[in-house]
């Protein structure tokens, strides 16, 4: 899947280069294109923002570079679902990451600042994404984090899909169950002596209980609002 992204600041998605995702871009899993919105700037300064119509403090994204930036983009790609990365948008969690995950045609992400855009670029775009409700200064991490989380859903990109299912709000929603390693003991603290029974249908029961009773203590909004996977 093809990931693109506008943004004023294109060598923050370097980030990207590391670990799961990194390798997925060297195995050609994913591709992804960060475009620097101010190519698309007007005049001599490639001014991409201006004051507040009826005042206010802060910038404003003005709306021509955006769309044009959007328009060369798309033209070579008609297929890319469009993304607005904005607090105001619809807040980003694991089932809308498998949803974005199932668009063949590839997602566009515009990295908008936070005291905002020309509200006129809503209408250009398919969809508003917000990560959650505190303030970064810009979509960009925002838009990170949404690639990251659907990138990781793609057809090999986890070696092992099993892993997936095992996540948590990979499964009904739900945290997930303790994990433990080496050493048996550390610390004066021993791993659950089920885990080393060897008795793997009690092991399931208990991490399944586990599960449960995590999650009703630190997240009791995802129990009370589970779907039966
Ligand atoms: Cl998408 N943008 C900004 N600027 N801040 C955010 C956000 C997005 N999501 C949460 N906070």
Redesign the pocket.
């Known amino acids: 899947m093809e990931f693109h992204v506008i943004t004023l600041f294109p060598e923050m998605f370097a980030a990207l280069d590391s670990g799961l995702i990194g390798r997925a871009r060297q195995q050609g899993l994913i591709a992804i294109h960060a475009h620097n919105l101010r190519d698309h700037g007007l005049g001599n300064y490639r001014q991409v923002d201006d004051t507040p119509y009826g005042g206010g403090s802060g910038m404003v994204m003005r709306p021509e570079p955006i769309a044009a930036a959007i328009d060369a983009v798309t033209a070579e790609r008609p297929g890319l679902l469009k993304i607005l ?3 105001q ?1 619809e807040r980003f969690d694991q089932p809308l990451a498998r949803e974005l995950a199932g668009h063949a045609g590839g997602l566009l992400f515009i990295a ?3 005291e905002g855009v020309d509200d006129r670029i809503h209408e250009l775009v398919d969809r508003e ?4 409700d ?6 960009e991490l ?1 838009a990170m984090v949404v690639i990251e989380a659907v990138a990781r859903l793609l057809p090999g990109v986890v070696g092992n899909p099993e892993s997936l299912a095992e996540e948590s709000f990979g499964d009904g929603n739900l945290l997930e169950y303790p994990h433990y390693t080496r050493p048996e003991e550390f610390r004066g603290m021993r791993v659950p002596e089920i885990l080393l029974s060897g008795d793997h249908g009690k092991i399931r029961a208990w991490r399944a209980a586990e599960a449960l009773r995590r999650t009703a203590r630190r997240r009791p909004e995802l129990v009370a609002n589970r779907r039966k996977p």
């Open positions: 990365m904005t607090p948008g908008g600042r936070y994404l917000s990560i959650g505190y303030v970064l200064s810009g979509g925002a």
